[in-house]
């Protein structure tokens, strides 16, 4: 779905809490967790750099992870060290997401997909990060059909935890194969509130 125009006053469409606080559902890929990671657990004050992927880019987009988002759009001038550019940086009540948009877009956009914790690719290293507390952690789990030629049947469920593991498991079970490919976060963006946010 590409970008559009924003309408209406720019909040997040998104869940929030009796206070007001948004909560945003953040993807948190395992072997990110796996490589260099750091571990949270629910309650804890993190500060992470966020990209954002729109649900046509290839990535599997579920309810669970799908926001909608007013934002502010701009892409940085190339600099010496980036001749190439910057991914666009889309911004609104203290949230930062980098995308790497196919196309320069600026000003007030409505953009539909997931966003994902990074610290390797998709984030520049001097980015800004957004502040949040984790309130609630999902593990997500892969489950597929397996046949001699390619995957099919594909489902993904999530179950609480706790905290992010240290290690996301794969098994074997007859004609299929379950995987933990992750973790689902609700973030709570420190400087934004809204007064009427869902999900999805």
Known sequence: MPAKPAVGDGRLALRCGDDGRVRLPVFVQGWQVECCGARFSVGDEVSWGLAFTDEDAGAVVDAEQLVELSVDAHRPAPTPSKPCGSPVVLTVNGLTLY?????DLAGRLVVRGMILEDHHALVPEDGARTAGVVRRIQLATQSSALAAGPQFGTERTYRD?????????????GAGLTTEIGVLVDLEIAEAHATAATRG
């Open 99 to 103: 995308w790497s948009a196919p196309n």
């Open 161 to 173: 935890v706790g905290a992010c593991p240290r290690s996301f498991r794969s098994t074997k079970d």
